[in-house]
């Protein structure tokens, strides 16, 4: 049973629901496999509710770099949504929100142009 929770979030957009524990390990492993999926079956966006995390180490933000890095690579838009202040300290410490889309709710950032 996979550890994310995908759901369309619009037309064109895939939301992916994240566990409250993100250290990398299996997690980094689904997850690429889910964004992958994502990618070639059309999204042009795609939503990480971070909602759920409570814990998440510097694999965690390997697997959310990575992603981006995939997603990029095929002209899609990734965004973070409803991010935690745990994880949006460590995105500040370590600048990556001036690298992420970060938006306060999925419909937000579903809604994002």
């Known amino acids: 049973m996979s550890e ?3 759901r369309t979030g619009s037309a064109s957009s895939v939301v992916i629901g994240f566990p409250q524990q993100v250290l990398g390990g299996p ?3 689904e997850l690429a496999g889910i964004v992958r999926e994502n990618a070639t079956a059309g999204a042009t966006k795609v939503v990480l509710d971070l909602a759920s995390v409570t ?3 510097s694999s965690g933000l390997g697997m959310l770099v990575s992603s ?3 997603l990029r ?5 990734l965004c973070l949504a ?3 202040e745990k994880v949006s300290g460590l995105l500040t410490m370590t600048q990556l ?3 992420f889309e970060i938006f306060p709710t999925v419909d937000d950032a579903v809604g994002s142009a």
């Not at 690579?73 to 838009?77: A, L, V, W």
Request: aromatic share 4%.
């Open 68 to 70: 981006l890095t995939t």
């Open 4 to 6: 994310f929770a995908v």
């Open 97 to 99: 929100t001036q690298v």
């Open 82 to 84: 409803a991010v935690p």
């Open 27 to 29: 997690l980094a492993v």
């Open 55 to 57: 814990m998440m180490n």
């Open 73 to 77: 690579k095929q002209g899609i838009r």
